[in-house]
C-alpha cells in the first residue's frame, strides 16, 4: 500500500489512496530547469500522453501535476522586473524562457 522513492535526494513516501483519493493540484511537483532545452525535455516527457496546463503546470498521464519552472524565475528584489515577468508567464502554457528575459530586462 506505500512506495518510497527519492527525486533530485529528496525522499518520498506514497501512499495507495484508493478510488477516494486521487492527484490533484493540491500535490505538484516543482521541476527547476536551467535553460529552454531543459524546459522543453520534461516539458515533453512529463506531458506525454497527459494534459498541459497555464504558466508553466503540466498534468502527466497518471495526473500529476508539475510545474516546470526556468531558473530565471526565482525571485528578483526588483519587483518590477519580478512583476513584468510574471505578467508574461501568467499568459503562457509551456514557459518561453527567451520571452521571460526579455520582459524581465525590459522593466
Known amino acids: 500500500m506505500t512506495v518510497s522513492f527519492e527525486l533530485d535526494g529528496q525522499p518520498f513516501l506514497a501512499l495507495n489512496g484508493g478510488p477516494d483519493f486521487t492527484f490533484n493540484e493540491a500535490i505538484p511537483l516543482l521541476v527547476d530547469c536551467e535553460d529552454q532545452s531543459e524546459v522543453d525535455y520534461f516539458w515533453d516527457t512529463l506531458g506525454e ?13 497518471y495526473g500529476l501535476s508539475w510545474q ?16 513584468a515577468a510574471m505578467k508574461t508567464m501568467l499568459s503562457m502554457g509551456k514557459l518561453d524562457v527567451g520571452k521571460l528575459k526579455r520582459a524581465h530586462a525590459a522593466a
Open 68 to 83: 516546470i519552472v526556468p531558473t530565471v524565475l526565482i525571485a528578483d528584489p526588483n519587483a518590477e522586473k519580478g512583476q
Open 49 to 61: 500522453g497527459g494534459e498541459p496546463g497555464p504558466c508553466g503546470w503540466i498534468k502527466d498521464k
